[in-house]
Every structure is written in C-alpha cells, then in structure tokens.
C-alpha cells in the first residue's frame, strides 16, 4: 500500500457521507427501529427513547461496557458539524451512557469515547461506554487515544464536546439571524 492510499484510508475513508436518513443496510439503523435485537428479544436494550438507543456491546472488553447510538443515522464522529444540534447530541448520549453505568455499577471508574473511521466496527456513531476495569486488560489498546500518531483511532468524549461546541461569535450572530447555524 502506498503512503497516499494508506492516508485516503486514514483520513477519508468510511462514514464521511453526510446522509442521516436511515438505511436498511444499517445494523444500527435496524436496531434503531425495532426491526434487529442487539441481542435475542428488545428485552437487550438497556434504554430506548425519541431520540435514543442503549445496549450491551457484544464483544464486552470491561467489566460494563454499553453503546448509545442515536436512532438519527450519523455516520461518525467524521460527519459531526460544529452545531447546536451536533453538540446537544453527544450531550445527551454521554448524559445516558453515564447514568446507564452509575445505575449498573455504582463507584467504579468509568470511561468514554468514539472510534474514527477506519477503526470503527460500524458506520453508524456509537459512544463506547465503560465502567472500569478492562478485561482482559489489553482489550484498553482499542479503546484510547495515542497523542503520538499523526492520526486518531479514538476520541475521547472531551475531544468531541470540543469539536461540536458551536463557537460563541458564530452563535452570537446565528441567533441574530433566527436561531438558524
Ligand atoms: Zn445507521
Ligand atoms: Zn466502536
């Protein structure tokens, strides 16, 4: 693989499209609605709203460990804007994801974040939501940021509150305009 097509790969590839209507090709579009189960019966979802679904990730690597999708098909945290929207969106999946784990494991040191695109399992942004300690214990490598490499495998839950927050100048002035960014 040349370095060129080994940084389409990294920096462009897998979720970039803009798209949020659902899409039966989906697996989390499916379980979204109803038509899959994350595990056997809808009894495996840990929280289902309007806006939002939880349940257990099938391969666990702790000793909790959950994904918060929205029902509303995002591609990644690639295709985030900096919006309202974008922004309340991770708000509240990063709100359930910490009372799912303080219901379900009350004390225990938790942590939170998204893979990026290629290193996502699925096109359809999930928050991984753990409640410590991995387990076995290297399983960790998959789910951390490495401040060394020139690209990201994974993004902290601060980093995408950070990307999405709409910047106060621009708010100031959509708000001027009808609330519209
Ligand atoms: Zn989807
Ligand atoms: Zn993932």
């Not at 989906?26 to 994350?38: D, H, Y």
């Not at 918060?68 to 591609?75: D, E, F, L, R």
């Amino acid at each position: 693989m040349t370095w060129t097509t080994f940084k389409n790969l990294i920096f462009r590839s897998g979720g970039t499209n803009d798209d949020r209507g659902y899409r039966h090709s989906c697996i989390f579009c499916r379980i979204a609605t109803g038509e899959e189960f994350p595990g056997h019966s809808d009894n495996d979802l840990l929280h289902n709203d309007d806006k939002l679904v939880a349940f257990k990730d099938i391969k666990p690597a702790a000793t909790r460990h959950y994904l918060v999708i929205p029902k509303m098909h995002v591609a990644s945290v690639r295709t985030l804007n900096r919006s309202k929207e974008d922004h309340a969106m991770i708000c509240e999946m990063l709100k359930l994801g910490k009372e799912l784990l303080h219901r379900d494991a009350p004390g225990a040191e938790t942590r939170f974040g998204f893979h990026v695109p290629p290193f996502n399992s699925v096109d359809h942004i999930h928050l991984h939501c753990f409640a410590l300690p991995f387990s076995p214990a290297w399983k960790e490598s998959k789910y951390r940021q490495y401040p060394f490499l020139p690209f990201a495998t994974f993004m902290s839950e601060e980093e995408v509150l950070k990307r999405t927050q709409p910047d106060v100048g621009q708010d100031a002035k959509a708000s001027q305009q009808g609330g519209k960014l």
